[in-house]
């Protein structure tokens, strides 16, 4: 073989193992992320509680992970940040959506189109709103100005995703106001 073949040989290599190298990481970077499921399925469960999601009201959260054909559910928003961050869970995440409070029905549902980035989304804590289950949660929304709007109105501090401390995801939101005792996030805001 000439050099012109060794040359042509190496080229091919190299491409070769960047290409293997992109598939093992989960390709370029710059790939778009799937779009959300819009419609909650009448079968979906809440990965952690394993109930029905329609048992819930308030925003829910879907987490889609690479080779995955279906969302991984969850029914309360502090289960997509411990989802997030615990070791043991998928890290070939694609996209993380939840459900803007925003949007929030007076029936209490969503319409398809609330689902919003979760790493932009601003998040209310420790307002006088509780979450599903009966326990204080985090409350995403897409417009920072929205959350503001409500934060005056309810209570809580504004909290960003990467900026969310692990108090708020596996404790009882310290911080949470007494009334938050007796409302519920399906209720009107």
């Not at 990965?47 to 329609?54: E, V």
């Not at 879907?62 to 969302?71: G, N, T």
């Not at 007076?106 to 420790?126: E, H, K, M, T, V």
């Amino acid at each position: 073989m000439d050099a012109h073949g060794y040359a042509l040989l190496r080229g091919l290599l190299l491409a070769l193992v960047l290409s293997l190298s992109a598939c093992r990481n989960g390709g370029p970077a710059s790939a778009a992320a799937p779009p959300p499921v819009a419609e909650i399925p009448d079968d979906a469960r809440g990965h952690y509680c394993g109930m029905y999601m329609f048992e819930h009201p308030g925003p829910k959260g879907q987490v889609l992970i690479r080779d995955e054909d279906k969302p991984i559910w969850f029914s309360t928003i502090r289960e997509v940040f411990a989802f997030s961050i615990m070791p043991d869970e998928p890290k070939a995440i694609l996209a993380i959506y939840v459900q803007d409070v925003a949007h929030l029905q007076p029936d209490g549902s969503f319409p398809p189109d609330a689902w919003i980035d979760a790493r932009q989304a601003s998040y209310l804590a420790g307002s006088d709103h509780l979450g599903n289950m009966g326990v204080p949660d985090v409350l995403p929304f897409g417009d920072e100005a929205a959350a503001q709007a409500f934060q005056q109105e309810h209570g809580g501090r504004l909290v960003a995703f990467d900026d969310m401390p692990e108090d708020l995801i596996f404790g009882t939101a310290a911080g949470t106001p007494p009334a938050a005792r007796s409302t519920r996030t399906g209720a009107t805001p």
